[in-house]
């Protein structure tokens, strides 16, 4: 049995992103797909501009289109910054400003990630009784978050105190 296609309108757009016309014609120009609904069609953004010398209202198209709802689905995935988690500021960012919004939270996930393994590096090394090695702790690190960068375990390695740290040479004298 083939699959039907759900479909859903400007509209229907409008309420579930809590958007206006002109945020959606913005999101239209960055990417998501629109089909004709006389036709079926797919709205060639690009295309249209041409036509028109370059200038294009988007806004006027959005009486003649329809949009697949895997389409949606999938341009929600690709742009999680769309979707209204109740931070209005973020239903106000496109092209530039959203893409350094989305950068910004991947940064941020990262610096949180990293401050939980150093956490666990330092636990680690107050417990041992003995002087860590550079390649433990990077073992350590990788076991606790296998996507955190080399750079970041050696920032770590650096803010361990020099008593904790195995470095190159003879035994320390205690």
């Known amino acids: 049995m083939a699959k039907i296609e759900r479909w859903l309108s400007p509209v229907q757009i409008y309420k579930r992103w809590d958007i206006d016309k002109i945020a959606l014609a913005k999101i239209l120009d960055q990417g998501l797909a629109a089909y ?66 989305g950068q910004l939270k991947r940064e941020k996930d990262n610096w949180d990630k990293s401050l939980a393994v150093a956490v666990q590096i330092g636990i680690f090394c107050a417990q041992e009784d003995r002087e860590a090695k550079r390649d433990e702790i990077h073992d350590l690190a990788y076991k606790l978050d296998s996507n955190i960068s080399k750079a970041t375990v050696e920032k770590i390695w650096k803010a361990i105190p020099v008593k904790f740290r195995k470095s190159a040479g003879a035994p320390k004298k205690k």
Not at 36 to 58: M, P
Not at 62 to 89: H, M, P, Q, R
């Open 36 to 101: 004709y609904l006389n036709n079926g069609e797919k709205l060639n953004v690009e295309y249209e501009r041409d036509e028109n010398g370059g200038e294009i209202n988007l806004v006027f198209y959005l009486e003649e289109v329809a949009f697949k709802f895997s389409d949606i689905l999938l341009f929600e995935s690709e742009n999680e910054w769309l979707i209204n988690s109740g931070d209005e500021t973020d239903m106000k960012l496109f092209g530039k400003d959203a893409r350094l919004l």
